[in-house]
């Protein structure tokens, strides 16, 4: 099949693998949390009232998930979570030259073979470099105390559907169009992430091919599980996984890179919308020389990506978080606003938008 064509073939993943079946078991999943929180709420308030309760000021509504969470959705600040605490993790203090946390990284994502797979091959690029910096403008708006650095995330590995000639179900971008996505980044100042898929190969065997970009000081990582087909399977069927032996291999040669060339601190960012997408997150060890984001990628209604927020980043803390913005109103429905992403603790400090 043409690269073209694979691509394009490809970029169907978000219909095909966050399929209705998934849909229906978050909701499922959201359901039970909601009902438990309600059996815990007409527990808490079954005992007796006396004459001295009532002139207690009310008590402030309990926090919740589900779509009829609003306001009160337990992935915000001050909701009622628990989990408010855990955040900020323990970390590494920032060495210099670190994006985060003083920054906010705001990345348009894609490939330019394919106008489906983001927003980074949609539009030709000087239209695209102004709808950047159009997000970058709002963003720095709505929060000054986090300047922005703009990026663009580039899928430098492709998960294919076919084995492809080594077997490995992934397609390696010819360096020729990195280099051309690198150029665009640097007509705005933006840093480049190269983002990789594995397919049935292993971060073992791609990072050392994308070393050559990874040496320069403005090129970051990303590493996507989803596609990391450990079972077998073929990308596209099942979602597939990392573990956190897989991140930490990827943070040691980052952190490798920034040792012997001198870099300023790596970011690696990692993408997550299940459970399983990341097994072992609290063996996830952090490094100094490397920014781990733990990325919340997956699309649907706002309140179902907020529950998955809660579920899978501010459940398992790490160090940085991100949110995933799709463009097209068939994934988001609607687009979260900005000014709520600002609500959610701990606030992502990586937008990225496809």
């Known amino acids: 099949m043409p690269v073209f064509a694979s691509l394009r073939a490809h970029a169907l993943r978000h219909t095909l693998v966050r399929s209705p079946l998934l ?47 609003g306001t009160r959705h337990l992935a915000y600040r001050d909701a009622g979570s628990d989990l408010d605490s855990l955040w900020p993790p323990k970390m590494p203090s920032p060495l210099p030259g670190s994006i985060l946390p003083a920054k906010r990284i705001i990345a348009f994502y894609g490939n330019p073979l394919s106008q489906r797979m983001g927003i980074l091959g949609e539009f030709e690029p000087d239209l695209m470099l102004r709808k950047l910096d159009a997000e970058v403008a709002e963003w720095n708006r709505l929060d000054p105390e986090h300047p922005v650095q703009p990026a663009l995330h580039l899928i430098a590995v492709v998960a294919q559907g076919s084995p492809g000639r080594d077997g490995k179900y992934r397609l ?44 320069r000081p403005d090129v970051h990582l990303g590493i996507d599980p989803e596609f990391s087909m450990k ?67 997956g699309f649907g209604a706002p309140w179902l990506k907020r529950d998955s927020y809660y579920s899978y ?37 990586y937008i990225q938008l496809q």
Not at 36 to 60: C, E, I, N, V, W
Request: glycine share 6%.
């Open 23 to 69: 849909l229906a078991t978050a909701l499922a999943a959201t359901a039970l949390s909601a009902a438990s929180l309600g059996a815990q709420q007409t527990a808490g308030g079954s005992k007796a009232t006396t004459r001295g309760d009532s002139a207690k000021a009310p008590r402030k509504p309990a926090g919740a998930l589900g779509p009829q969470s």
């Open 313 to 349: 980043i501010k459940k398992e803390p790490v160090q940085f978080a991100g949110w995933k913005q799709f463009t097209k109103a068939k994934n988001d429905k609607p687009t979260t606003p900005r000014t709520e992403i600002l609500r959610l603790w701990p606030v992502p400090l």
């Open 231 to 297: 079972d077998g399977n073929k990308p596209g069927r099942k979602i597939g996984t990392y573990d956190a032996a897989d991140i930490n291999y990827a943070t040691r040669f980052l952190a490798d890179l920034v040792e012997k060339h001198k870099l300023p601190p790596k970011v690696l960012v990692v993408h997550r919308f299940t459970k399983k997408g990341v097994t072992n997150a609290d063996k996830i060890r952090l490094d100094p020389k490397v920014q781990v984001v733990m990325h919340m990628d």
């Open 172 to 215: 390696r971008m010819d360096s020729t169009l990195i280099e051309k996505v690198y150029g665009w980044a640097k007509r705005r100042n933006a840093v480049l992430f190269v983002d990789v898929q594995v397919g049935h190969s292993t971060l073992q065997q791609e990072l050392p091919w994308l070393e050559r970009f990874l040496k």
